[in-house]
């Protein structure tokens, strides 16, 4: 009975044993069979089939994390060089600006030095560095003092007019007093000294930039948009100086002078470049006295 029962058990296992064995063989056979062309064994060949699409996924996920990060980077770099380049762009529109300003100066400098080509005197040009912010004084402080040869009472200018005279002076700066200032006033003549008889004063009201002429005879004949120079009779401004023109005129009489409104030619409120005139006046001639005939006493 035992026997009987293994014969069966064999008979019944015997196709398993069929199937493993066939299994066996068969991949002992993939194991060794090789592709004749490339020689290579058909058993890698299988593995890289499966493998491919995973070794692909994976390839594929590495490349993108590989370009996001050189993108993050590319990023950082172009944000870098376009605030370079709003930095260049930057400093270039300065320098342009500084060449502009730069260059109008030159052009204003140039006025002051074509008025020194028409002048016998010297001039030295000057910057204004602060204007006096009380109403009390209406000044400007320049950047040229004694050690340039500015003295006190020398007369400021610019190729438009008079702006006003020295005041005080350092050896490196000096305070303008403005024609404007109630302190400044300065001989002057309605029309040319040579043509016109309609001779007087300008001198600042001190709050409306005007300038008040006084003392012009009521029958000289004034006119509005009369041109005001300059009469060299104040020891302090040269002859011939345009100082402003005529905008307000009431008429005077024989025994009454014109009252009369001149808006200065100089723009005082903008003044950035000025010229000190090394002036000084001739001296005023003394007059001799006259001798006083002595009396003959002899005889009595």
Do not use: C
């Not at 028409?118 to 009390?136: F, G, H, L, N």
């Not at 040319?192 to 003392?215: E, P």
């Not at 020891?235 to 009431?250: A, H, M, N, S, T």
């Amino acid at each position: 009975m035992p026997v009987q029962r293994t014969q069966k058990e064999i008979r019944r296992r015997a196709p398993l044993w069929l199937v493993m064995l066939l299994g066996v063989n068969l991949v002992l056979m993939s194991v060794s069979a090789k592709d004749p062309q490339t020689k290579a064994r058909k058993i890698s060949v299988w593995a890289q089939m499966v493998a491919t699409p995973f070794q692909s996924l994976f390839s594929g996920a590495s490349r993108s994390g590989v370009g996001f990060f050189q993108y993050i980077r590319n990023l950082n770099a172009a944000s870098g060089e376009n605030e370079q380049l709003r930095r260049r762009l930057a400093e270039a529109e300065a320098a342009l600006r500084e060449a502009q300003a730069a260059s109008a100066e030159n052009q204003r400098l140039q006025s002051l030095l074509g008025l020194k080509e028409s002048r016998e005197y010297q001039i030295v040009a000057a910057r204004v560095i602060a204007r006096d912010p009380s109403d009390w004084f209406d000044s400007a402080i320049i950047n040229r003092g004694s050690s340039s040869g500015v003295g006190k009472n020398m007369p400021v200018v610019t190729p438009d007019g008079i702006v006003g005279r020295v005041a005080e002076v350092s050896p490196v700066s000096a305070q303008v007093v403005l024609i404007t200032d109630e302190r400044a006033a300065a001989g002057a003549v309605v029309g040319q000294l040579a043509t016109s008889n309609a001779l007087g004063s300008v001198r600042g009201f001190g709050k409306n930039g005007l300038l008040d002429m006084r003392y012009v005879p009521g029958l000289e004949e004034v006119r509005q948009g009369d041109a005001v120079t300059t009469t060299g009779q104040d020891g302090i401004y040269p002859r011939g100086l345009k100082v402003g023109d005529v905008i307000e005129v009431q008429p005077g009489t024989a025994t009454k002078p014109h009252e009369i409104k001149v808006r200065p030619s100089a723009r005082l409120n903008s003044l950035s470049e000025v010229a000190v005139l090394l002036y000084h006046p001739p001296p005023r001639a003394v007059p001799t006295p006259t001798p006083t005939p002595q009396k003959n006493t002899k005889g009595k």
